[in-house]
Nanobody, 123 residues
Framework: QVQLVESGGGLVRTGDSLRLSCAFS????????VGWFRQGPGKDREFVAGIQHSDKSTHYSDSVKGRFTISKDDAKETVYLQMGSLKPEDTAVYYC????????????????WGEGTLVTVSS
């Protein structure tokens, strides 16, 4: 069965950088679009960044564009989210999510989810 395990969350300060990792197992890594979502307290789960299966294009929410970078290592079957210029509004539980073939980046359509890793950005 497919399993996704996030790591790298923690407490950082405004302006700092942090890299999250998502380790995949139990399936064919290259069959999926891969992405990151986040959910802050009292908020809906929102799309952050993704890599489309078909053309490997990257996609970002407006709130993180220019600050975050998504990447993946096919040999390691791992997805990364490099976060820079962090601010308190980025505080959330971050989830990696996989969608078979191409994705519309809707949370309800993603096929597999990790359990999340907490990122807290202090002011």
């Amino acid at each position: 069965q497919v399993q996704l395990v996030e790591s790298g969350g923690g407490l950082v300060r405004t302006g700092d950088s942090l890299r999250l990792s998502c380790a995949f197992s139990g399936g064919v890594f290259r069959q999926f679009s891969v992405g990151w979502f986040r959910q802050g307290p009292g908020k809906d789960r929102e799309f952050v960044a993704g890599i489309q299966h078909s053309d490997k294009s990257t996609h970002y929410s407006d709130s993180v564009k220019g600050r975050f970078t998504i990447s993946k290592d096919d040999a390691k079957e791992t997805v990364y989210l490099q976060m820079g210029s962090l601010k308190p509004e980025d505080t959330a539980v971050y989830y990696c999510a996989f969608d078979l073939l191409d994705s519309t980046w809707r949370a309800g359509n993603m096929d597999y989810w990790g359990e999340g890793t907490l990122v807290t950005v202090s002011s």
